[in-house]
């Protein structure tokens, strides 16, 4: 597809103006790809949705399901970038391509050395107020997970892919990272509450104090403990391997102070249950091997597949860490 040219015909179709400087990509999407522009009518991003996902059968279903939950956000004056209504509608198609346009927002996401306790409280403070828009008690079935990282490992070394050495020795762990996974899943406090489920650093737009939401479509129900747990470490320097327990402390600290939610539960089921990073190592994975993805992906699925793995191995050894800081917050 050519992209401007796309771009091009978008905005005629919309009505969203005269272009008055050059339409340009916007870095930091993994999955999707973004772009500003800017009119005589407006200041835009808009968000062009992966091909590749938009062929699995859920796809559309998902998306419509998070342009609902977050209306319910808007009504709950969460501060966020939402997409906008055209035609009455927010997913927009032309030519089979599905995207999202928005209003542009001056804010930058925070690198993880820019991310300061007050940040991790603001956030934790926010967390606690979505999470309280509808807060049931609801036993949400847990999410499975069966890969054969075997199959992956062995068709790496079959392609002679970098991400063989990357990956051929660590079945042992990935393998348990699931298996106690699965096992913990069920273990969870019967909760669910309305969760962002990416609400990492990228996804938080800050202009000077102020922030705003990004990346919504992944709103649904999930559980709270897992979201906050995920979260509080993502905010605190896990993705960089480095965790910061005054941010990670601050973060939970402010998420206490504004929920209902019993904290004296089984820390130790929601560690193992926290195992998202194994179905993204899996998609980026596939990605590296061109399976399901485009020639053009294959560089992001290595960057991917090799910092996944990192997270998988610093997470294993700082298990013990983690929870004797979370059993120091919640038992006081």
Known sequence: MDTNRFLNKMIIELKLGNLIEPISQVSGGLTHRMFKIFTDKGRYIVKLLNPNIMKRPTAM???????KFEEILKENNIDAVYSLKINDKKMQEIDGQYFYVYEWFDGKSLKDDEITIEHCKKIGELLAKIHNIDLKKDEIKAKTRNIDFKYYIDLAKEKDSVIYDMIYDKLDILNESMNKGNTSGYKLPGFSAICHNDMDSKNVMWLNDNYKLIDLECLGYSNPYLELYELALCWSG???????????????????????????????????ANNGRIEWLEFNIKRSLMIECDKEEQQIGINEVKETIEHVVYYDKVKDEILKNIDSLVLN
């Open 61 to 67: 279903n998902n998306f419509k399901s998070a342009d």
């Open 238 to 272: 896990y993705e960089k391997c480095n965790i910061d327990f005054k941010k990670f402390n601050a973060f939970f600290e402010s998420y206490i102070e504004n929920t209902s939610l019993d904290m004296n539960i089984d820390w130790e089921s929601v560690y193992y």
